[in-house]
């Protein structure tokens, strides 16, 4: 080996290593201290900060000028400021971190562009429009969904506002693919999953309508959409649905749904508009029975839950056992409802204001769940996460 070479090797890379340094002290930043105040594990736990919160820290940063890093780590964390209602303002700086029971976790948030990767990020979450049948369809690494529009009625006659659920068994992303392959192909399974659920003109899997003189009264398809955010770490998307009878109380209804990377369940909140002077509107989310299922329920914690599970429609070698769930504030709920094609959790809403509630589904075959007993624990621990979301501190200021 050439002496002189090996002589200037260490003085290289210790200049390089004090420019880097240099480089570090000159990006303002801040460090937060991120405590999983419950004794249960919390894989792909999303982490909300203010976006005002950060502007004040960080006067810099800006949605495409910030980033995120773990401490122990220095890795860098796929980061998103995120406008969670549309309205052109940034809401947020989401990301992501898995917690042990109990863990702490530190995270440095910095005013700096996100670092260029040799190997990009996968895709994780998914949000999309497609013609000519005007649905739209999202996916989180672990299951996918759709939901029908007015355009659907050119080469269909389906009225519905229901949720359909696409069930995969891969962590890539498939909506593309699958409207690629044509209606027909993507309900048979060739080893990433399939459409075996059957939603016709029914709530699906957590769809909305208003309960009145003990009756189901159901939106028609969505009349507009937009796309609101598409990852990495959220997708978002808005609904518009025009004003249907319920049997005289007429409602029209603003849908926005979200789905965070690693989750099955779907953060919705719909704002219902009577056209008429009402002091409540009784709404319902739910889920639409299948051959086989069994019903179950818990108001245990603040987030109720309503469930089912059961096999999947064996139709085009459909496999595997599927739960579907909706949850609600516990609060809100008036009753559960069981009726012919139905399971029913009943809520009241003010005219023009918001509600909040999550919908979702989980399939044997993913790999995710094992039996109904590991669907009831996911929902018991996602309502405990719910009611305890991850405590931030600021540990160290911005500098």
Do not use: C
Request: no cysteine; glycine share 8%.
């Amino acid at each position: 080996m050439n002496s002189a070479l090996t002589r200037t090797l260490p003085l290289a890379f210790a200049v390089a290593a004090l420019s880097n340094r240099a480089a570090a002290q000159t990006i303002p930043s801040y460090i937060v201290r991120a405590e999983n105040t419950l004794n249960i594990s919390r894989a792909d736990e999303t982490i909300a900060l203010r976006w005002s919160d950060v502007r004040a820290r960080l006067a810099g940063a800006t949605p495409a000028q910030i980033r995120v890093r773990d401490v122990a780590s220095g890795r860098e964390i796929p980061a998103q400021a995120v406008d969670n209602d549309g309205d052109g303002t940034t809401d947020e700086l989401i990301f992501q971190g898995s917690f042990s029971p109990a863990e702490i976790k530190r995270f440095t948030i910095e005013a700096a562009s996100p670092l260029p990767s040799a190997k990009p990020a996968p895709t994780r979450v998914y949000a999309t429009h497609t013609d000519p049948r005007d649905d739209v369809a999202w996916e989180s690494d672990r299951i996918a969904y759709r939901i029908y529009g007015q355009g659907l009625w050119k080469v269909d006659s389906l009225l519905s506002s229901g949720i359909d659920v696409w069930v995969k068994r891969v962590r890539d992303p498939i909506v593309d693919k699958w409207y690629a392959k044509g209606h027909d192909l993507y309900h048979r399974d060739t080893g990433e999953g399939a459409d075996f659920y059957d939603v016709g003109q029914s709530l699906g899997a957590g769809g909305t309508g208003i309960w009145k003189n003990d009756q189901l009264y159901r939106a028609y398809n969505f009349k507009s959409w937009k796309i609101l955010a598409n990852g990495p770490v959220r997708a978002i998307f808005e609904l518009q649905y025009q004003p249907w009878d319920a049997s005289g109380l007429r409602v029209s209804e603003t849908k926005r749904i979200a789905i965070d990377a690693g989750q099955n369940l779907n953060h919705v909140v719909s704002v219902f508009r009577a056209e008429t002077a009402v002091t409540d509107i009784p709404w319902v989310t739910g889920l639409v029975k299948r051959k086989g299922v069994v019903g179950s329920e818990s108001k245990a914690q603040p987030w109720a839950w309503l469930s089912m599970w059961g096999p999947v429609n064996p139709k085009d070698g459909g496999h595997g056992d599927l739960g579907t769930a909706v949850m609600v504030p516990r609060d809100i709920i008036t009753d559960w409802k069981e009726t012919d094609d139905h399971y029913l959790a009943i809520a009241r809403a003010k005219s023009g204001q918001p509600v909040s509630y999550w919908i979702g589904a989980g399939w044997t075959d993913s790999g995710d769940f094992r039996d109904v007993r590991d669907w009831w624990s996911y929902l018991d621990q996602w309502s405990s996460r719910l009611s305890a979301p991850i405590k931030i501190t600021v540990e160290e200021a911005a500098r």
